[in-house]
């Protein structure tokens, strides 16, 4: 391992958080495991293993490399892929048993001319999203369009996804609850179809709502130990699973008005020791900390100064007299968390999460021989 930047993701914890949120959950419920964005950037085939070892048999994905991934990894259960697959692509999901949505009624067409036979789908439905799905908010089209593919396809679920399920507004509240309303409504319409798989939970909907066919959660951002928004706090034992960390690459002194960096957008104010750490936006650190984040260096703040570039960025250490070459860097952990950060860029931790790069490796705690997902 050479250490540059990585990722140390704690699988013990992801298995905690699941189990965490599934003991908020009523009983009989299930958890699909959402695995799309190489597990939000942990690492989908080692999260997606220990969730199987925990008895996990459902997963999602967004699209069908991410899918295939899974399935040469040895998963089994069934992948469902969230999104839209080219149907030229459909054989691939005969050979590998992956479950496509269908999700609108031209690509149900599509589906039902390209896909080998015996191709398993489910119907997404749009109930407020405007994204993808049958518009339920005509629900005899909807349930005719059901039925009519029901027969040719083979049809296992419908689903939909809320919108606004993070958020403990009233209106939004009320949102949420017309979209499970909206859902549940052409649940009953089919129920003599037999469906086995009727799901419009996300992280943030399982743990608020409930909802009589609250059978499966697909279960994301929980399992990583993020907060779905700031409005929903975290359950009872669930914490960041993931941290990120560098080292020092060099160390220097400058003087008073000397600057830092691309732009020469920071000058020293006295002297100041400036440490280098080998990780920059080509990383998925975001250059919008530029001037503003901080890494923690024995324990400590160290405000970025100047510019991140592309490979490197640069830290005042001049608080920090022990910090010395080579040491050890937190990008984010424990006391920074992707949400944290997240909210000094003004986004959320799913998408600090995700941007984390393809080069940083990605170490698993619980392994002894550092197994390396990536690079
Ligand atoms: C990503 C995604 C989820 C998971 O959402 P979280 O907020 O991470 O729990 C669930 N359903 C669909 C359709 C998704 O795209």
């Excluded at 269908?102 to 191709?119: H, I, K, M």
């Excluded at 984390?356 to 170490?363: A, L, Q, W, Y």
Aim: contains cysteine; proline residues 4%; aromatic residues 8%.
């Amino acid at each position: 391992m050479h250490k540059r930047s990585w990722v140390e993701v704690d699988l013990a914890q992801v298995v905690q958080n699941y189990r965490a949120y599934a003991a908020c959950l009523a009983a009989g419920s299930r958890i699909m495991a959402v695995v799309k964005a190489d597990a939000y950037g942990h690492g989908d085939v080692a999260v997606a293993q220990a969730l199987a070892q925990e008895g996990v048999s459902l997963f999602a994905v967004a699209c069908i490399d991410e899918a295939i991934a899974l399935r040469r990894a040895g998963i089994a259960g069934e992948i469902l892929i969230l999104g839209y697959t080219p149907t030229t692509a459909l054989p691939l999901c005969r050979e590998y048993d992956i479950t496509q949505s269908l999700v609108s009624e031209d690509y149900a067409e599509a589906f039902a001319d390209a896909a080998p036979a015996g191709v398993k789908c489910q119907f997404k439905l749009d109930t407020g999203m405007s994204r993808i799905g049958l518009p339920a908010n005509d629900p005899d089209a909807c349930e005719a369009c059901i039925r009519r593919y029901a027969k040719r396809l083979s049809l296992t679920g419908i689903f939909t996804h809320l919108c606004v399920a993070d958020s403990n507004q009233e209106e939004d509240i009320a949102f949420t609850q017309t979209q499970i309303a909206r859902f549940e409504a052409l649940c009953d319409r089919v129920r003599d179809l037999s469906l086995p798989y009727l799901h419009c939970m996300n992280s943030a909907g399982g743990v608020h709502t409930n909802s009589k066919y609250d059978k499966i959660v697909r279960l994301g951002i929980l399992l990583y130990g993020l907060q779905p928004s700031p409005d929903i706090p975290l359950p009872e034992g669930v914490r960041p699973a993931l941290t990120w960390k560098s080292v020092v690459s060099a160390m220097h002194t400058i003087k008073d008005g000397e600057s830092v960096g691309y732009g020469r957008t920071y000058r020293a104010d006295g002297t100041r020791r400036i440490a280098t750490i080998p990780t920059g936006y080509a990383d998925g650190y975001s250059r919008l900390l530029s001037n503003k984040g901080r890494v923690f260096i024995h324990g400590k703040p160290a405000p970025i100064v100047g510019r991140v570039c592309m490979d490197q960025m640069m830290v005042d250490v001049t608080s920090i007299p022990e910090c010395a070459l080579y040491d050890e860097v937190t990008l984010i952990g424990d006391s920074y968390t992707a949400d944290n950060m997240a909210s000094e860029l003004g986004t959320i931790g799913y998408e600090i999460v995700c941007d984390i790069g393809k080069r940083v490796h990605r170490i698993y705690k619980n392994d002894n021989n550092c197994l390396h997902n990536k690079g």
